[in-house]
Each structure stands twice: as C-alpha cells, then as structure tokens.
C-alpha cells in the first residue's frame, strides 16, 4: 500500500526510518538523521544526513547536507556537505557535493560536480559586510 502525504521530523538522532517492505510517495523533509531501508518516489529535502540503506530503491530528486547511499537511487543529489557511495549502490542521476566518495564495485551512471555549495552565501555575506 502506498502512502501519500508529506512528512516533516525534527531532532537530532535517527528520527525515522522507512523500512524494508514499506513504499511511501511524496515530499520528505526533515532535521536529524533519517535511514531508508524500502522505496521511496518524490522529494528529499533537509540540511542534516540522509541514509539510503542497502536493498532500498528511491526515486526522488534529492537536496540534503549528506547522503550515505548503499542501495539504488535514481534521480539527482544535492550535498551541501558529502556524499558517500558504498557498495552495492546503483545510482542514475547526476552528484552535486563538495566532497564525493565512491567505494569499489559501485555502479554510478550519471555526472558529478564537486563544487562548495555555499560558497556564493559566503561571498554575498563578505560583499554586505563591504558595504557596511
């Protein structure tokens, strides 16, 4: 049975967690560290860590501060912070991080663009403090 709806956690331990043989379609957003283990179709946001655990199948555009991934996930990640590969993953999408880690025997077809992702706040807020 598939759940929709938009979830919103807060925290700062594993808040939640989508276990294995549980699907759920929507919006995630959330604080805290949160594990998926099922499958998961629609969006991922949050600035903390999100964990896609071995045998899980997300579809989803995802836009967090890190993600462990060790399942499959198709769609793009976002990390503001760093994105770890660890085998078996499969990922189709392309990578946005400051910091990328693939183990060996990961399968990722897609781009991958190491770039600091909140390097243009820093220089807006050095530009302002010029101002000033």
């Known amino acids: 049975m598939q759940q929709q709806r938009e ?3 807060t925290g700062s331990e594993l808040n939640a967690s989508l276990g294995r043989g ?13 594990r998926i283990d099922g499958n998961f179709t629609g969006e991922i ?24 991934v060790e399942g499959e996930v198709v769609g793009n990640i976002k990390a503001t912070g760093a994105v770890e590969l660890h085998r078996p993953a499969k990922i ?11 183990e060996k025997g990961v399968i990722f077809e897609g ?5 600091n992702l909140e390097a243009s706040n820093v220089v807006n807020l050095r530009a302002a403090s010029e101002e000033d």
């Open 7 to 9: 979830a919103y956690m």
């Open 22 to 34: 549980s699907e759920f379609e929507g919006k995630l957003a959330f604080e805290g560290k949160v």
């Open 45 to 68: 946001s949050t600035n903390d860590t999100l964990h896609i655990g071995e045998g899980a199948k997300v579809s989803a555009e995802i836009s967090c501060g890190t993600v462990i």
């Open 92 to 102: 189709r999408g392309d990578i946005t991080t400051p910091s990328l880690m693939v």
């Open 111 to 115: 781009r991958s663009k190491m770039e």
